[in-house]
């Protein structure tokens, strides 16, 4: 028996914060190149192709949000909630290109022999007008993400902020180079950012990873106890669980229940069903109702990984 745990299609609220991010990537990535190449700065323009990957996964999310219809289909039964995980996944591969572009920028400059920059403090203060619009466009990504439970919006937010400590430590080390002189500064700094970007890269993947590969969304432990409190309940084994709490979980056990005849065994198994739906949010159950004979101690599967 299968009851549908639906979810609110959020797509068309999506796609708006994505527009508006995909704008607000387009004219910083524009004003940082024009910055760059008047004043000849490495580092300036590595940041401009930093936020260039900020627009293209604004715009790789408007295609996979476009395609992650949570509504079932004959095609894809489970709903297509996936497609937003791959696009998290793929802003994580424009990270990570970012940080291995600066690290390559870095070196390049060093052999450049770190010729001074052709840099005032009116590309400082354009920079840190460009620091801003970050900040704004991230608060705003990761506070509509939470409220429309988009995965995709937050691992944008997360590129978003990592454009955001780019630009900190490209305007210190260009800070260094216009007041102190210290040209070593720019490159300098752009080693730890590589870190950062790579520990952003990582938060990422290990959000979205165990999504895709179907890990466990709800202990075993807690579906038992909520489906054994329900009153006609004998015995619950062999469950599993898949999806994103709070979003949409599948869920599938055996059980054994209290009842002779089909009618009472349906009435239980919805009251079951209810019950995991208060708990967990939305759900979708698929449950396999035994004879009696059938109950088993092990409530869930064993393996290799234990």
Same mark, same amino acid.
């Given at each position: 028996?299968?009851?549908?745990?639906?979810?609110?299609?959020?797509?068309?609220?999506?796609?708006?914060?994505?527009?508006?991010?995909?704008?607000?990537?387009?004219?910083?990535?524009?004003?940082?190149?024009?910055? &760059?190449?008047?004043? *000849? #700065?490495?580092?300036? +323009? $590595? %940041? @401009?192709? =930093?936020?260039?990957? !900020?627009?293209?996964?604004?715009?790789?999310?408007?295609?996979?949000?476009?395609?992650?219809?949570?509504?079932?289909?004959?095609?894809?039964?489970?709903?297509?909630?996936?497609?937003?995980?791959?696009?998290?996944?793929?802003?994580?591969?424009?990270?990570?290109?970012?940080?291995?572009?600066?690290?390559?920028?870095?070196?390049?400059?060093?052999?450049?022999?770190?010729?001074?920059?052709?840099?005032?403090?009116?590309?400082?203060?354009?920079?840190?007008?460009?620091?801003?619009?970050?900040?704004?466009?991230?608060?705003?990504?990761?506070?509509? &993400?939470?409220?429309? *439970? #988009?995965?995709?919006? +937050? $691992? %944008? @937010?997360? =590129?978003?902020?990592? !454009?955001?400590?780019?630009?900190?430590?490209?305007?210190?080390?260009?800070?260094?180079?216009?007041?102190?002189?210290?040209?070593?500064?720019?490159?300098?700094?752009?080693?730890?950012?590589?870190?950062?970007?790579?520990?952003?890269?990582?938060?990422?993947?290990?959000?979205?990873?165990?999504?895709?590969?179907?890990?466990?969304?709800?202990?075993?432990?807690?579906?038992?106890?909520?489906?054994?409190?329900?009153?006609?309940?004998?015995?619950?084994?062999?469950?599993?669980?898949?999806?994103?709490?709070?979003?949409?979980?599948?869920?599938?056990?055996?059980?054994?229940?209290?009842?002779?005849?089909?009618?009472?065994?349906?009435?239980?198994?919805?009251?079951?069903?209810?019950?995991?739906?208060?708990?967990?949010?939305?759900?979708?159950?698929?449950?396999?109702?035994?004879?009696?004979?059938?109950?088993?101690?092990?409530?869930?599967?064993?393996?290799?990984?234990?």
């Amino acid at each position: 028996m299968a009851a549908d745990g639906a979810r609110t299609d959020t797509r068309a609220a999506v796609q708006r914060v994505l527009l508006v991010a995909l704008a607000v990537n387009v004219a910083v990535s524009l004003l940082k190149l024009v910055i &760059g190449l008047l004043t *000849g #700065s490495l580092a300036v +323009l $590595a %940041d @401009a192709m =930093h936020s260039a990957t !900020d627009g293209l996964s604004s715009l790789l999310g408007l295609i996979t949000n476009n395609l992650s219809d949570p509504t079932p289909d004959r095609d894809h039964p489970y709903g297509h909630d996936k497609y937003e995980a791959l696009g998290a996944l793929a802003i994580a591969g424009f990270i990570l290109f970012t940080a291995l572009e600066i690290l390559r920028t870095a070196i390049e400059r060093i052999a450049s022999g770190l010729r001074p920059l052709r840099l005032d403090g009116h590309d400082l203060v354009l920079l840190l007008i460009v620091l801003g619009c970050n900040l704004l466009l991230a608060g705003y990504e990761r506070s509509e &993400g939470k409220r429309l *439970g #988009s995965q995709l919006l +937050l $691992a %944008d @937010a997360k =590129h978003t902020t990592s !454009d955001i400590w780019t630009t900190v430590v490209v305007l210190v080390g260009l800070a260094g180079a216009v007041w102190l002189g210290q040209n070593w500064l720019d490159v300098a700094l752009a080693i730890p950012l590589c870190l950062l970007l790579a520990r952003v890269c990582w938060q990422v993947l290990r959000s979205n990873m165990p999504w895709l590969v179907d890990q466990i969304a709800i202990a075993p432990e807690a579906i038992h106890e909520v489906a054994t409190g329900v009153p006609g309940v004998l015995n619950v084994h062999d469950i599993a669980s898949r999806g994103v709490l709070g979003q949409r979980v599948f869920i599938e056990l055996h059980m054994v229940v209290d009842a002779d005849d089909l009618p009472t065994a349906h009435r239980i198994t919805e009251l079951v069903e209810d019950h995991l739906e208060q708990r967990f949010g939305p759900v979708r159950c698929t449950i396999h109702l035994e004879p009696r004979e059938y109950a088993i101690a092990d409530i869930t599967f064993r393996g290799a990984h234990g």
